[in-house]
């Protein structure tokens, strides 16, 4: 899954990147860091602040907020 939500992200295809996340989550499957920091990429597209702001929750409920790569990651999606 992360596999796929990186390529899309590389691709420039957010929004695919997003379902696919998305998906992922109905399936049962928990992100994990790397996961976060593939998908906040996807999001760096200011027309993907809302979901980037709602992965942010995620973070913060998942407990990777005080992770150095995944915070720098989420600063590259707010800057």
């Not at 939500?5 to 992100?31: D, H, K, T, W, Y």
């Amino acid at each position: 899954w992360t596999t796929m939500i990186a390529a899309c992200s590389r691709l420039g295809n957010g929004r695919e990147a997003f379902q696919v996340f998305q998906q992922m989550q109905v399936e049962g499957l928990i992100p994990d860091k790397i996961t976060y920091i593939s998908i906040l990429s996807a999001c760096s597209d200011k027309a993907a602040l809302v979901e980037g702001k709602w992965i942010h929750r995620c973070i913060v409920g998942s407990g990777f907020e005080l992770d150095v790569e995944v915070g720098n990651a989420l600063v590259d999606m707010y800057g």
